[in-house]
């Protein structure tokens, strides 16, 4: 026991002396802090680009959003809107014009749309509908402006003229709610989708709180019609038991492209097939595909001859995702990328329709890549240590640049697209959060090393701010989603993993990409199809070990933390080792069997817990119930010593908060600490900053409790917590203006 104390006290003399030796440590008030890049778009001239920028805003704790336009060279930065309590999102140029329109819940509160001029002044509402806007979209020459609007389930499509001057005049009369438009390129003719039947009844019921939930209530088929602007007239486009979504039209008009799902309220996303329709003759939809994995999106060349789609490679479930092509003319898709160990996409084509361009992921890195459509080849454009994405319409061959890294938040660069790997070329255009730059941070390293089976694994270390190689640090291992994602070199800002937090704090932080993880190859993403948890289990532990036998990680003084699949491997290191001294898992499985009927998504559980077994079908609880059982934490629960922080979205579907009630009562039944959160109202992710701040506070007092034996979480402790960022975490006027 004196012992015990006496370790406890050198682990709390830690964090005290390495923080009067550094600058300001960041803490939880600057997670809340950050201003955050969201939608961004350049003009038509390529002279500015409007940014939308949220804040945190007291005493509600809502992040709300304001508009900023910014020139192309980064000198001169303008904010647009000023409106506190509201939110202004959604902005777009007027083509070949120089309006900006936006929505924006100011006034009434409903959302309505407003146009306003680059240079400044005041924002004209030009909509006043009841009951609020729905999606709206300038016509490809700017002339006109559509919008949906009308109460629910009755909402039609309306036109004003481009400027926002006039009266508007609804478009359509269909006998139901239109769900989705686009323009086509001529902007003679609009194309929508809509229900067949109306839902009149079902909103009436509820009106009436006759408001029983009917699970995979019947919903009806959704059809692709084209409706003649100056004659107002519609026809339909496709027939049969179809829902129709993700429409894309063909640069010459002729043709429309679309993702059809069967109307079988019991189908999943993989009965989701392509369809292809000539909006010249009429003719029924041609169906492209006919396979079960759900393909991506959808996208012609831009000479209308080609059409490209995302599937998973050999339209195959689970395989990693590659880009197809065929003719518009017929004939078969054919595989671009082949044998890449990444997963390609489509962002954008080059003018001349020879290259397709997607963001992608490369072990902890995301970078720009190019695609040659005729021979299949892929080449990185950016290398960059950290995460970049490129956006660019069509006109233009400027590239709009998102780039993070482990010191410096997401913000907004451009760059010509024949320069785009070089970075001496690309021009910064925004600062959000220039404080950052006077913050203590860890320090991040890319580490490597071997599992048991030689593979080769890989993952990021972040170190506590001033660190000391001479001594070892309490280390926490944190364990990503998903599992098909990974961890990158971007900055920590997020509730999430907030690793500054926990660096400032003393702790070392350990982020491993375990097999199952995506950027490493199809071989590493799927190893654990139904073999799920010794290989990755394996990889996690054996990187543990990496750091210890470094001299990082003190031995003794581990803990572990992970949502969704990283609380599935939470729950099972709870259940197969005793190292660690303190979990916090959330929305974790601990039940297999039970959670196949209880999740919204049962493909994933099929493919990782069938296995092979999955491309015959029998993969299922019942086809084998001791396997699934075998594999569920629960099974091994009385082997559980850990201390075990739980935590649960009340209206989580993915994992519901079912999983944590039967983990929480089996180790409060056999003595083992836990304490169970759960934050009402919330989904898989917790979206109220308020519960984000009760989640990392929590965390961080239960390592602190179990590792450092310090007093353990309290609401006292919460609520001074909030206090101080309620009042630190009002912005400078200038935090998202760069000063030349």
């Known amino acids: 026991m004196g012992h015990f104390a006496t370790l406890c006290l050198v682990l709390l003399l830690t964090p005290a002396r390495a923080a009067a030796q550094t600058p300001r440590v960041m803490d939880y008030a600057d997670i809340f802090r950050l201003v955050n890049v969201g939608g961004a778009e350049l003009s038509p001239d390529g002279a500015w680009v409007v940014y939308e920028a949220s804040r945190l805003q007291f005493p509600d704790w809502q992040r709300r959003t304001d508009l900023y336009v910014v020139s192309a060279d980064g000198r001169t930065t303008r904010q647009l809107t000023y409106t506190e309590g509201a939110d202004e999102t959604g902005a777009r140029w007027q083509p070949r014009g120089s309006l900006i329109g936006f929505t924006s819940t100011r006034d009434n509160k409903k959302r309505q749309l407003f146009l306003i001029r680059p240079d400044g002044g005041e924002a004209r509402r030009i909509t006043s509908d009841d009951d609020g806007i729905g999606a709206w979209a300038w016509s490809r020459d700017g002339a006109w402006i559509a919008y949906i609007a009308g109460p629910e389930g009755k909402r039609q499509i309306w036109v004003l003229a481009g400027d926002g001057n006039g009266k508007a005049e609804q478009l ?185 361009y997607w963001n992608g992921d490369e072990g902890v890195n995301g970078n720009v890549y190019s695609l040659d459509v005729a021979a299949g080849a892929v080449r990185p454009l950016t290398g960059v240590v950290g995460t970049v994405s490129a956006a660019k319409n069509r006109e233009q061959e400027t590239a709009l640049l998102r780039y993070s890294d482990p010191r410096s938040p997401t913000d907004l660069y451009l760059a010509p697209m024949a320069k785009l790997g070089r970075r001496e070329a690309w021009v910064r255009l925004t600062r959000l959060n220039p404080w950052v730059d006077s913050l203590a941070l860890g320090r991040y390293e890319t580490v490597r090393w071997k599992a048991g089976d030689g593979t080769t694994v890989e993952g990021i270390l972040v170190y506590p701010v001033g660190w000391d190689r001479a001594r070892r640090y309490p280390l926490i291992v944190q364990l990503h989603g998903g599992p098909a994602s990974a961890y990158e070199n971007s900055f920590s800002g997020s509730y999430g993993t907030y690793t500054n937090v926990l660096a400032g704090k003393g702790y070392a932080v350990f982020q491993p990409n375990y097999r199952g993880s995506t950027g490493y190859g199809e071989g590493f993403q799927s190893a654990i199809s139904g073999n799920y948890w010794p290989l990755a289990e394996e990889d996690i532990l054996s990187g543990v070990d990496t750091l210890v036998a470094r001299g990082v990680a003190a031995p003794d003084s581990l803990g572990m933390m ?71 934490p629960l099974r ?52 109220l900053q308020r519960y984000q701040l009760v989640k990392m506070v929590a965390e961080v007092s239960w390592f602190e409790r179990w590792i450092r034996c310090q007093p353990g979480f309290t609401w006292e402790e919460l609520l001074a917590t909030a206090d101080r960022i309620a009042g630190k975490g009002k912005p400078e006027p200038t935090a998202a203006v760069i000063s030349r």
């Open 636 to 687: 091994y629960i009385a082997r559980a010593k850990t201390p075990t922080l739980l935590h649960s979205g009340e209206k989580d579907e993915r994992i519901p908060m079912a999983q944590n009630l039967e983990l929480h009562m089996a180790l409060k039944k056999r003595g083992v600490p836990t304490e169970f959160l759960v934050y009402p109202g919330q989904p898989h992710g917790l979206q």
């Open 172 to 356: 359509t009369k269909h006998a139901t709610s239109i769900e989705s438009f686009v323009w086509s390129e001529t902007g003679r003719a609009l194309y929508f989708t809509a229900a067949d039947e109306p839902d009149s009844t079902r909103r009436r019921r509820m009106k009436q709180d006759f408001d029983v939930r009917v699970m995979n209530e019947p919903a009806s088929a959704v059809h692709l019609w084209a409706l003649d602007v100056a004659a107002k007239t519609e026809k339909r486009l496709t027939q049969g038991d179809l829902r129709v979504s993700g429409v894309e039209l063909s640069r010459d008009g002729r043709w429309a492209a679309f993702r059809g799902r069967p109307n079988d309220r019991y189908a999943d996303d993989r009965a989701t097939e392509l369809y292809l329709v000539n909006l010249e003759t009429g003719a029924p939809a041609e169906r492209l595909t006919d396979n079960y994995v759900g393909e991506g999106s959808v996208s012609f060349s831009p000479d209308s001859r080609s059409l490209a789609c995302t599937a998973d490679r050999d339209f195959t479930w689970g395989n990693l995702s590659r880009v197809y092509v065929r003719p518009i003319a017929g004939g078969p898709w054919r595989e671009l990328g082949k044998g890449d160990a990444r997963d390609i996409g489509i962002e954008f084509w080059s003018a001349d329709g020879r290259t397709i």
């Open 562 to 632: 992970g949502w969704s699949a990283g609380g599935h491997w939470s729950n099972w290191t709870l259940v197969t080792t005793d190292r660690f001294k303190a979990i916090s898992s959330g929305a974790g499985v601990s039940n297999w069997i039970s959670l196949y009927a209880q999740t919204d998504v049962q493909s994933t559980r099929e493919y990782y817990l069938g296995g092979e077994a999955t491309r015959t079908g029998a993969n299922k609880p019942w086809d084998s119930f001791d396997h699934w059982w075998a594999e569920s």
